[in-house]
């Protein structure tokens, strides 16, 4: 038995080409069956034409599609036990919220499909307004409803193709924890496309990076985050401070890297094997920043740098800095507002961060890479 059959969703060497444009890539790609996976990456990196490959709207060039034992690369849509939630929710206008919710299964001659409506509209916590039209509801009732009615049909695969998009930010954010507990309860995988990197972290099991149609890094938030295999996923999840930096010695646990003539220290097991070139790299917030004269605290036997302070925003619950370093590179950092003294643009000051919160890549890499993708979707909806 493979660790597939037991109703995982696979995607073996998927490959989509238009005339000379390859959309996605040779992917290969197994998502537990009952997980919350996401597909993330930036506009025109072939996410949302992977969704619609398994929703069998659009058919793969090469490679095929299973849902467990079964191969559905060449099932028509309407025959796949996938259903797919859209961004614009696609209601029925004159139905009522349950004889949307109920559609599907009436056209199937379900004898009790009010009853299952109903229970559906009470996971979404919209049981008391079933009566009512699409037109009568919030946007964010209404993206709840087109939940309702995929949910319904009890789906193998329920695909999301930025489901939120069209939401204000607030209530995204309440969405987004909704969803998690919504699947967490009916057990169905989700696979959730987005360019949102917080939405992805703060709802998926699983994510997929994805870059140019191709697999950029696969894991779990914390994991892609703390330890980005690429400057692209460095940079498109997250903000990261790269600095150019050359291996001199590795003893024991520790290397010491040599970076425009200061040692700092990374962990042996944060390098490749034979590595001398590296993007040395630490995330704004493991950054300690004081006045010079004073040792940044808790970063136990940190790595020190100065520099001048060239910008200081305060955001509430934290104060983004840049400190521009005596060889002209500015580095983010993001302390938080916990009472530590915050200093003023100008002002000298020392950066400390613990060796074990940095990791290196290969230098060969583009160092921004994925930092532009960021900036480009920030602003999508």
Not at 15 to 21: H, I, Q, S
Not at 96 to 124: C, P, Q, T, W
Not at 281 to 307: H, M
């Amino acid at each position: 038995m493979t660790e597939w059959t037991s109703g995982d969703l696979r995607l073996t060497n998927v490959t989509k080409r238009y005339d000379t444009f390859t959309a996605v890539d040779q992917l290969d790609l197994v998502i537990p069956r009952g997980s919350f996976f996401a597909l993330l990456g930036p506009s025109g990196c072939g996410k949302t034409t992977t969704l619609r490959m398994v929703a069998g709207l659009d058919q793969p060039t090469i490679g095929q599609i299973w849902i467990g034992l079964k191969d559905i690369t060449e099932t028509k849509a309407y025959q796949r036990n996938v259903n797919t939630v859209f961004q614009n929710y696609a209601l029925f206008p004159h139905l009522s919220i349950i004889d949307n919710v109920a559609f599907g299964l009436r056209r199937r001659k379900v004898s009790d499909h009010k009853a299952k409506a109903m229970e559906a509209l009470e996971l979404v916590q919209l049981a008391h307004i079933a009566t009512k039209k699409p037109g009568q509801l919030s946007g964010g009732m209404q993206q709840r409803v087109a939940l309702a009615r995929a949910i319904v049909n009890r789906p193998d695969v329920l695909l999301l193709d930025e489901p939120l998009g069209a939401l204000d930010l607030k209530l995204r954010r309440q969405m987004q924890i909704e969803l998690k507990m919504i699947q967490s309860e009916v057990g169905i995988t989700f696979v959730h496309v987005t360019h949102d990197q917080e939405e992805a972290m703060t709802m998926a099991d699983t994510i997929a990076v994805m870059n140019a149609g191709r697999l950029e890094q696969v894991g779990d938030p914390a994991t892609l985050y703390e330890h980005p295999k690429s400057t692209f996923v460095a940079n498109f999840l997250g903000q990261s401070n790269l600095l150019e930096a050359t291996v001199k010695s590795r003893d024991g646990s520790i290397a010491e890297l040599d970076v425009h003539g200061v040692s700092l220290r990374l962990p042996v097991d944060r390098l490749e094997n034979g590595a001398s070139a590296v993007w040395l790299g630490v995330r704004p917030e493991k950054l300690r920043l004081v006045a010079n004269g004073s040792a940044p605290d808790g970063t136990g036997d940190s790595n020190r740098l100065t520099g001048v302070v060239t910008d200081a925003s305060f955001t509430g619950l934290a104060t983004n800095y840049l400190v521009r370093l005596p060889w002209g590179q500015e580095l983010m950092v993001v302390q938080q507002n916990d009472g530590t003294s915050r200093v003023a643009a100008g002002a000298q000051v020392t950066l400390g961060w613990a060796p074990e919160h940095g990791f290196a890549l290969d230098a060969k890499q583009d160092a921004h890479a994925g930092a532009q993708d960021q900036a480009d979707d920030s602003g999508a909806a």
